[in-house]
């Protein structure tokens, strides 16, 4: 496969739908995908492996349920943070936010288990970037 550089910033200019990822590129069995994102996600959560947050634009909010209660954790512009697998957690951005996640391919946006999945939340394991 050959591989060409990508700026992310022409990544997120190539789509305009919002909780819906697009791959950007893969590194070993994980995906770099990035996303744009608005309002409220919802609670969800994956049994088998942590989510990677990097907030490129915006500032985004995860909420989380943890053994010691619940939790809002502020991203602004350039912070990462990781959910630990097992932990539910929503993201919202109520301003919007541009993020870029890696997940192991095939990982659902949506978790293992969850909410009942909202019309603006595409249920999806990553689309391909199209440029």
Not at 16 to 32: G, K
Not at 102 to 121: I, M, N, Y
Request: proline share 7%; charged share 25%; net charge negative.
């Amino acid at each position: 496969m050959t591989q060409e550089p990508v700026l992310l910033a022409d990544a997120l200019a190539s789509f305009d739908a919002l909780w819906s990822p697009r791959i950007v590129t893969s590194v070993n069995d994980y995906d770099v995908r990035v996303a744009k994102v608005r309002g409220e996600h919802l609670w969800h959560a994956h049994d088998d492996t942590d989510e990677f947050f990097l907030v490129l634009d915006g500032e985004l909010f995860l909420s989380l349920r943890e053994p010691a209660g619940e939790r809002t954790v502020r991203l602004a512009k350039g912070a990462v943070f990781t959910v630990p697998r097992g932990t539910e957690h929503r993201p919202y951005a109520p301003t919007g936010a541009a993020i870029l996640l890696f997940e192991p391919t095939g990982t659902s946006s949506v978790g293992d288990r969850h909410d009942d999945v909202p019309a603006h939340v595409d249920a999806t394991t990553g689309h391909p970037l199209s440029t």
